[in-house]
Structure formats: structure tokens, C-alpha cells
């Protein structure tokens, strides 16, 4: 096993974290495009299958459509921020002199805490 710096070991802690909240992100980007496809389906199939709204209502067309774009730039900004915590991350290991290959070994636990 090889030795890391505290500096290093310290950068590969924010490394984890960073990746944690990364990870929720997109996940969260990913659920709202779910939640505005079904909001989407939901309402075709009120209004042209079941017949239960009026096609022609305006304003609960409106309203849906607003809903969407909503939902639509909620998932914009978690992916934004999904890619802004990446470049953190990469800027982090290479300002520490983090490999890959050390990064890959810390997350399998090669390296003692």
C-alpha cells in the first residue's frame, strides 16, 4: 500500500463529499425530468383519453405548461451544479497531485483512514 500526504488525504475526504452531493444532484435532475414526463402524460390522458378535462381550457393548459417549465429549469440548475461540483472535483485532484488511479484505490478502501 502506498502513503499519501495529509494533504492529499485530506483532499480525497472533499473529494467524497463533493461526490455525495454531486451524486444527489443529478439524481434530483433525473426525478424532476420523471415528474415533468408524467405531469406531461398525466394530463394527455385526462384530457384526450379519459375525457375527464376540457381540451380546450386555457387556463389549466397554461398552468400545466408553467408547471413544466418549472420543473423544466429545477432539473437545468441541478445538472449545472452537478457539473460545477465535477470540475471542483477534478481542479481538487489536480491541485493535490491525486491520480486517478489513487483516487480509484481510496474509494475501494485501499488506504487506512
Known amino acids: 500500500m502506498?502513503?499519501?500526504?495529509?494533504?492529499?488525504?485530506?483532499?480525497?475526504?472533499?473529494?467524497d463529499a463533493l461526490e455525495a452531493k454531486r451524486k444527489r444532484e443529478m439524481?434530483?435532475?433525473?426525478?424532476?425530468?420523471?415528474?415533468?414526463?408524467?405531469?406531461?402524460?398525466?394530463?394527455?390522458?385526462?384530457?384526450?383519453?379519459?375525457?375527464?378535462?376540457?381540451?380546450?381550457n386555457q387556463v389549466l393548459?397554461?398552468?400545466?405548461y408553467t408547471i413544466a417549465m418549472v420543473i423544466a429549469g429545477y432539473c437545468g440548475i441541478m445538472f449545472m451544479r452537478g457539473s460545477k461540483k465535477k470540475?471542483?472535483?477534478?481542479?481538487l485532484r489536480q491541485s493535490t497531485g491525486i491520480s486517478r488511479e489513487t483516487l480509484e484505490a481510496w474509494k475501494r478502501g485501499e488506504y487506512n483512514e
Open 87 to 91: 470540475r471542483e472535483i477534478d481542479g
Open 2 to 15: 502506498a502513503k499519501i500526504s495529509k494533504k492529499q488525504r485530506s483532499a480525497l475526504r472533499q473529494i
Open 61 to 64: 393548459r397554461a398552468i400545466l
Open 27 to 56: 439524481i434530483l435532475g433525473l426525478v424532476s425530468i420523471v415528474v415533468m414526463a408524467g405531469l406531461i402524460i398525466l394530463y394527455n390522458l385526462f384530457t384526450y383519453q379519459l375525457g375527464i378535462i376540457d381540451p380546450g
